[in-house]
């Protein structure tokens, strides 16, 4: 997609291209031609063309390019304005007249599009848009001078209302968003369009928080500072975090009753986009102890992600984090979005050296379990979180290293799996079989890490973040691409589908 | 007088070639040759013996090496000198002045002697002119004529004895014999013919033997050749041999191979087959551990000594093959394992047994069998099959031939005995369409056969190519197989899967390389949808890793990749129907089939079993029982396999479960009680597997619970006795102690050793340490010094010898001119008193 400015600059040069580009009919586009050329301006073509717009069914993105081309050119030509000295009665004013008419007509139909069509079509009509916008704040005459508001304002309802979650153009709007201009004013303008409830429209609020959450005000925002209207005025941070604050208030007002899906929405929104910059974040701590209490899952893992950025901003206590975080290492969370979430703050939770090792040996162990019923990528990670674990507190290496007269007696394991206080558990007696069992893992990357345990420990912790981006596929891929192919083939010759030793699918199906 | 000269000469030349005789003392020195004169030599003194110090000045001749000196400057700065201030130059004007050491031939060097000669002839004086007896020698090639000359048998005038023999002399010297005495000139002249006769028969004789020589010399040509040839016939004809002799031909050159196979006896068969799988085996093992993983775990170090220093020994009794050269009593070698062949074998037996499976065994004997059966009906192609199969790979098995004795397509007329390699897969498919299965089966045995690498080269690429063509066929027989077809394709499965092994062995390298291929794409196919299951054929790829490939090891490039792919499938996938679950039992039943030697174990398998039994337990609609996903907790999908206590269930035989099972979608009760039936089996398979790893309790324990709330009485009563068989094995493995963890034993280290070490110290206190470039440079710097003072004192060592010389010169001008001045004094005084004898005399005249 081009930039906004080099669009506005040389539209007519510009054209030719960028028409290709959309497979504009060659009939339409030598009828904006010829409009555009004539000496007088034809209203009756505009208007054939506007109609075009509305009566199309199919893919309609040709059809919007011609008119973003030709209102660019009208706006140009201050056609779209009627001059402030000539009385309205004059042909030209009639002709501006009906001109701002179908413009409007087309805006409308333009927001149809942005909903209703295809992933091209809305994405199409959004840039359109956008664009229109653009030469619109350019071109007003002085006095009405101001940004679109009205224009943006009727985009966002439009996508606020979509049906769909989220809306088709969200993701085409992520590219303007990253203008601070646009930024400031739909900030304002979502001021406004908060749904009442969340709870009976969740539909809008999951669109009214997707909204926001394209919505970054973060520094690389500020740094880049692009502006989609040129002469858009300097970005003012601190009205705009006013303007968020109550946003936010606005919707944490309308939150009450919401659906787990929601809620979810609701916390990542907070999470990555707003939390940093309310300017009461303490208020919040009702909010996500609630949440952290009543849910279990993602919910109460994004609720303690909040609790933990209040804990260290706000200097806010919560008596039994850990033992929330403990009881948040279960199989089921292995299946969520959030698990990498969960890692990084159980290592962040984990670091101090100053925790009770009875407490810390509680979480080695269940991590050890898990890794027994995880998948494999988690299996690895875990391996080594507790690989570092065992690093950070040197008392916790009594789970591998145990005194010889400990060794020589033959025990069950008395770590409770079943007890939620983690320092009630009695993991600090008991010692990590399950990484000897892993060691026996079939998967050998899985075998290999396990068998950090047989020597002496790594002198550095392993960086947990790599590991964490890895996709599940990455460990198939990697083994697939070792370079070593040496294929040892069975000695023993299968005389049917049955192997000639061991065989068990035989001894399970009647299959052959 | 000129005459009796030459003769003169003459007799010298004939004596001194006639005294050939050796001088024994010739060669020794003369005694005043080369010795050292003591008053020569001067001795340097000196005062210590320094070890491994060279010296080179320790004696010296100054006179010899300043006469040395001496010369070399007469012959450098004294020809210098005696050319100084002089315009002459020696000019070098010999013939073939220009050559180089090569270019001098023998021409030029005569040429150049002649011109010598001639001009030494027009400059010298008239006498020499006419000198023949000049004494200068003539040598060719640096020998003198001369020294030539004894080597060459010519025959000459010179040979002639003058002197009278033995019996003249007797005769006239010393008064005869008493014989009548004749006159003097009688006897004079009787002595004079007398020898001319003799003169005569010795020329004679002499020109006889001569042209004898000649003719000899002539022949001797023609003879050459006849005498090669016979020596070459002689070297061929050998003198007949003894009967030792021959012996000991006949055992150099015995034939030491080994007899053909047929000749092989059964039980040596038997006894090789064993050891290759014994060492195939032991292949597999190292491949199976991972490095430095074993023996540490389970073998407990025995008790080692603070002062143990590692140097293990061998045990002599252990050595099993300690083979000792020892004949018996017929003299027949007896070698030691030949000796107790059975008990070797025996031990070897034993070996099998402590491995923990006696199958080994069992299988030497049924591919004893197989074998003995092969080798009379195995067809000639079967043969080179094989054989070239041995010399292809070497770890392929030897003979392995499927011997389906009732394999009725062999006899099967309407299939072509030669089938070429279809071209693409459509042809291929046209081949195999709408034949039985085991008609497809023997297509490809056939295409197989008539396109093995061995008949042709091209056949390589064939191969491959119809591997490539068979994965694609079991990619389109299982996709999406309806459910009466399913079991024959399996069946047909069953039937390829041999000769895909073939296949695979005659190049390992590109066909594992086209399988991973197709495994890969499965993945990406799969991993686009993790939560569902893929398409049969994707398990039935995995079955046949685990069939052809060595799935034991610990890191694998086709088993390690499936193994990965089985894991995410069981830990993502959902379990929705009849078909997901069969598919799941499967991979798991293939997981375990890939673990059997390893006994490695994957964790999702476990997850699926306790999910397959948490589905067979009925729950209260509310109830939510904890369970690993991808298995759900509750709803309805948590008991898809509970069953209701009716008749109807108890009465459902037991079975395994069905090729159908893997195609339907709905369930039925029979399924149900299959499905349990078949995972209780599954659990305590696996519970043995790894029941002996530390820490199998955690995969043991979470079944028991799930086991104990099954409700037993719904099911039929071998469900019962396995659900019991294999609480038991769980029960054994979850309430097993363990010992905690503690690192293993470490080896002691060995004190350090106590002999005293030297240190060469080089550093000399006298001198400041220096860095090694300083003392190089220190070096250098002493040697110029060094070369500097030689040089200022060969200086002026060569002025003192100019000075001299100057000096010579000055005193031998002085004297000639002193001489001079003498005589010219002399003459005056001479002229002076002539003068005054002359005045004297005029005064007396006038007087």
């Known amino acids: 997609m081009k930039r906004p400015k080099l669009t506005e600059q040389e539209p007519d040069e510009q054209k030719e291209p960028a028409v290709k580009r959309f497979k504009v009919p060659p009939e339409l586009q030598q009828k904006a031609n010829d409009f555009l050329n004539a000496k007088k301006l034809n209203v009756k073509v505009l208007n054939e063309l506007v109609e075009l717009l509305e009566k199309e069914e199919g893919d309609a993105s040709g059809v919007m390019h011609v008119l973003e081309v030709v209102f660019k050119n009208l706006f140009k030509r201050n056609c779209m304005q009627p001059e402030l000295e000539e009385n309205g009665s004059s042909p030209k004013a009639a002709t501006v007249a009906k001109f701002e008419e179908l413009y409007e007509k087309t805006w409308v139909r333009l927001l149809q599009c942005l909903n209703s069509g295809s992933k091209e079509q809305s994405g199409a009509a ?49 590219q303007y968003a990253r203008c601070f201009d646009v930024i400031e004013e739909s900030y304002k303008l979502l001021l406004t369009l908060t749904p009442k409830k969340f709870k009976d429209t969740p539909n809008a609020a999951l669109n009214y928080l997707a909204i926001i959450n394209l919505l970054d005000l973060g520094k690389n925002m500020i740094k880049t500072s692009q502006r989609h209207v040129e002469d858009a005025q300097e970005f003012d941070y601190m009205s705009t975090r006013k303007v968020v604050n109550k946003v936010w208030k606005r919707v944490m007002k309308a939150i009450s009753g919401i659906d787990e899906k929601v809620h979810r929405q609701v916390l990542i929104v907070l999470l990555e986009r707003i939390m940093s910059h309310l300017n009461d974040p303490i208020m919040l701590t009702d909010f996500l102890m609630d949440s952290l209490q009543q849910f279990d899952g993602p919910i109460a893992l994004l609720a303690l992600q909040g609790i933990f950025t209040l804990m260290q901003q706000q200097n806010i206590t919560y008596p039994d984090v850990y033992e929330k975080l ?52 988690d299996a690895l990670i875990m391996i080594h979180f507790i690989c570092n674990l065992l690093l950070r507190h040197t008392g916790l290496q009594r789970l591998i290293r145990a005194t010889p007269a400990a060794s020589a007696v033959e025990i069950t394991d008395p770590y409770d799996a079943t007890e939620t206080d983690p320092v009630k558990s009695k993991a600090i007696n008991s010692s990590l079989w399950e990484i000897m069992l892993l060691q026996k893992h079939a998967i050998p990357e899985i075998a290999n890490a396990a068998r950090f345990i047989n020597s002496s420990l790594p002198t550095q912790e392993v960086e947990l973040g790599p590991l964490l981006d890895m996709k599940e596929c990455d460990i198939f891929d990697a083994e697939v691409k070792k370079q070593v192919k040496q294929f040892a083939l069975a000695y023993e010759r299968p005389n049917s589908l049955a192997l000639p030793q061991n065989d068990m699918v035989t001894k399970y199906w009647s299959i052959c | 007088m000129g005459a009796k000269h030459k003769k003169a000469n003459a007799d010298v030349v004939h004596a001194k070639k006639k005294t050939q005789v050796i001088n024994p003392f010739e ?83 005569n040429a150049r002697y002649l011109a010598d000669k ?142 053909t196979d047929k000749l092989i006896k059964p039980e040596d068969l038997a006894k090789q087959e064993a050891a ?57 070698l007896c070698t030691h394992s030949n000796f107790d062949g059975e008990s070797g074998t025996n031990k070897r037996d034993k070996e099998v047994n402590d491995s923990d499976d006696d199958i080994e065994e069992e299988e030497k004997d049924d591919s004893d069998d197989s074998s003995e059966s092969d080798v009379d009906n195995l067809s000639d192609l079967k043969e080179s099959d094989s054989d070239s199969e041995q010399e292809l790979l070497p770890q392929t098995p030897k003979e392995k031939k499927p011997q389906k004795s009732n394999e009725p397509a062999s006899l099967d007329t309407s299939i072509p005995f030669t089938i070429k390699m279809p071209k693409t897969y459509d042809n291929f498919t046209q081949l195999l369409n709408k034949r039985s299965v085991e008609q497809q089966a023997t297509i490809v045995e056939r295409i197989m056969k008539c396109n093995h690498p061995k008949l042709e080269g091209v056949n390589r690429e064939n191969v491959i190519k119809l591997y490539a063509f068979l994965l694609q066929y079991i990619h389109e027989l299982f996709e999406d197989a309806s459910e009466d077809e399913i079991s024959e394709h399996f069946q047909l499965l069953s039937l390829l899967v041999p000769l895909m092994y073939d296949l695979t062995h005659l190049n390992p390298e590109r066909m594992s390389n086209t399988l991973l291929d197709v495994i890969k794409e499965k993945y990406s196919t799969y ?57 799941g039992i499967l991979l798991v039943t293939i997981a375990l089939e890939f673990g059997q030697r390893s006994k490695r174990l994957l964790p999702a398998v476990f997850n699926y079993l306790q999910g397959i039994v948490h589905m067979c337990i009925p729950k209260q609609p509310d109830e939510v029982l904890e369970i690993t996903p991808p298995f759900e907790r509750n709803g309805p999908f948590s008991k898809l396999l509970a069953i209701g206590c009716s008749a109807e269930s108890k009465a459902i035989e037991q079975m395994p479960l ?21 995972t209780l089996g599954l659990i305590k398979d696996a519970t043995e597997l790894v029941g002996e790893h530390v820490g199998a309790t955690y995969l043991a324990t979470p079944f028991l619970s799930l086991l104990s709330r099954l409700p037993i009485e719904s099911y039929p009563a071998y469900v019962n006795e396995n659900l019991n068989a294999c609480k038991n094995a769980l029960e054994q493995v979850a309430t097993r102690p363990m010992k905690p963890l503690a690192p293993a034993e470490k080896k002691p280290k060995a004190l350090r050793m106590l002999e005293p070490r030297f240190e060469a110290v080089y550093d000399d206190k006298r001198r400041p ?76 005249k006038k007087f």
């Open chain 1, 126 to 174: 959004l840039r359109v848009c956008m664009e229109l916008i653009a030469i619109e704040a350019r071109h007003t005459k002085p006095p009405l001078k101001s940004w679109p508001t009205r224009r943006l304002e009727s985009i966002l309802r439009t996508m606020i209302e979509s049906d769909v979650t989220p809306p088709v153009a969200l993701q085409h709007f992520q």
């Open chain 2, 118 to 259: 001639l001009s030494q002839v027009r400059t010298s004086s008239k006498a020499e002119k006419f000198n023949l007896n000049d004494d200068e020698l003539l040598t060719h090639r640096g020998q003198t004529l001369e020294e030539i000359e004894q080597y060459r048998d010519e025959r000459s005038d010179d040979e002639d004895d003058e002197r009278l023999d033995a019996e003249f002399t007797a005769a006239t010297h010393f008064g005869g014999d008493g014989d009548a005495p004749q006159d003097r000139q009688a006897a004079i002249e009787d002595m004079i013919t007398e020898q001319k006769r003799r003169k005569n028969e010795i020329a004679k004789e002499k020109d006889e033997v001569y042209d004898l020589t000649e003719r000899l010399d002539a022949n001797y040509k023609e003879l050459i050749s006849l005498v090669g040839q016979t020596s070459k016939e002689q070297m061929r004809e050998k003198p007949p041999m003894d009967s030792y002799d021959r012996a000991i031909k006949e055992m150099t050159f015995d034939r030491r191979g080994t007899v």
């Open chain 2, 658 to 678: 069905q090729a159908t099972d893997l195609v339907t979608h709905t369930l039925s009760l029979d399924f149900k009680v299959r499905v349990l039936s078949a």
């Open chain 1, 326 to 377: 403990y009881s948040m290492f279960y199989p089921r969370m292995f299946f969520n979005k959030y698990k990498a979430r969960l890692f990084y703050l159980a290592d962040i939770f984990l670091t101090s050296t100053h925790l009770p090792e009875n407490l810390v040996a509680a979480f080695v162990k269940r991590l050890a379990r898990l890794a027994l019923q995880s998948p494999t990528k």
């Open chain 2, 276 to 332: 290759r799988l014994e060492k195939l085996e032991n292949e597999r093992l190292r491949r199976m551990n991972a490095d430095g993983e074993e023996e540490t775990s389970n073998v407990q170090p025995k008790h080692r000594s603070a002062d143990d220093l590692d140097d293990s020994y061998f045990v002599a009794g252990l050595d099993d093959e300690d083979t000792t050269l020892a004949y018996d009593q017929d003299g027949k």
């Open chain 2, 27 to 109: 060669t020794a020195k003369p005694q005043t040759a080369r010795k050292l004169n003591p008053f020569d030599v001067h001795v340097n003194k000196k005062k210590f013996e320094i070890l491994g110090r060279i010296c080179k000045h320790d004696r010296g001749m100054p006179g010899v090496s300043r006469a040395k000196a001496q010369q070399r400057r007469s012959q450098t700065l004294g020809k210098q000198f005696e050319v100084k201030h002089k315009t002459n130059k020696f000019v070098d004007n010999r013939i073939g002045r220009h050559l180089s050491g090569d270019q001098l031939t023998d021409s030029v060097l």
């Open chain 2, 769 to 844: 340490k220096m860095t090694k470039e300083k003392e190089e440079r220190a070096k250098l710097l002493q040697k110029i010094k060094r070369e500097k003072k030689g040089a200022i004192r060969e200086i002026r060592r060569d002025t003192v010898y100019l000075q001299e010389l100057r000096i010579k010169k000055q005193l031998q001008s002085d004297n000639e001119r002193k001489e001079k001045v003498k005589r010219i004094y002399q003459e005056a005084a001479i002229q002076q008193g002539e003068l005054n004898e002359l005045a004297r005399a005029n005064k007396r």
């Open chain 2, 527 to 583: 991993s686009k949808h993790p939560k569902m299951y893929p398409t049969l054929d994707t398990l039935v790829y995995f079955k046949l890793v685990s069939n052809i490939y060595s799935t034991s090891d610990f890191r694998h490039p086709l088993a390690t990749p499936t193994y990965i792919f089985m894991q995410d499938i069981l830990s993502h996938a959902h379990v929705r129907t009849r078909q997901d679950i069969s598919m």
